[in-house]
């Protein structure tokens, strides 16, 4: 019976030290989760904005991929690696050569190994033309 209560004791002991150990997983999350453009005009076509992305997990995210809802918005991050706590910068142009006048709305999903996955940015603002 002693030896029972020791092995049991340093089962729970073991699997208590694990749990503790365990890190969190990545979790990416944009600092805004909505970028409103407001009023744009056609000329300049290419608009460019900046966003944070920040990695509140307790593991390295790996960004694989960069998505669009239509190849008018480009998304590039300054590093494919983040860790944890870090913050990086998101590079996006918006083509609005193709757009039509009045209210628009575009998404970008960042792909990653976070347990989250997709994180996704909307974008949106109003095409006219003066």
Do not use: W
């Not at 699997?15 to 009023?39: H, R, T, W, Y």
């Not at 949106?124 to 003066?130: A, D, E, H, P, W």
């Amino acid at each position: 019976m002693k030896h029972l209560i020791q092995r049991l004791s340093l089962f729970l002991l073991l699997i208590l030290s694990l749990s503790a150990c365990a890190k969190k997983p990545a979790k990416l999350v944009f600092v805004q989760k909505e970028v409103k453009m407001g009023v744009i005009t056609k000329n300049p076509m290419k608009h460019e904005l900046t966003v944070e992305l920040k990695n509140k997990g307790g593991e390295i995210a790996r960004i694989k991929d960069v998505r669009t809802s239509c190849t008018c918005v480009k998304g590039y991050p300054e590093k494919m690696l983040v860790k944890p706590g870090e913050k990086i910068k998101v590079k996006i142009t918006v083509d609005t050569k193709d757009f039509l006048m009045g209210e628009f709305s575009k998404e970008l999903g960042i792909y990653s190994n976070a347990k989250v996955s997709p994180v996704m940015l909307k974008i949106s603002g109003t095409m006219t033309r003066i």
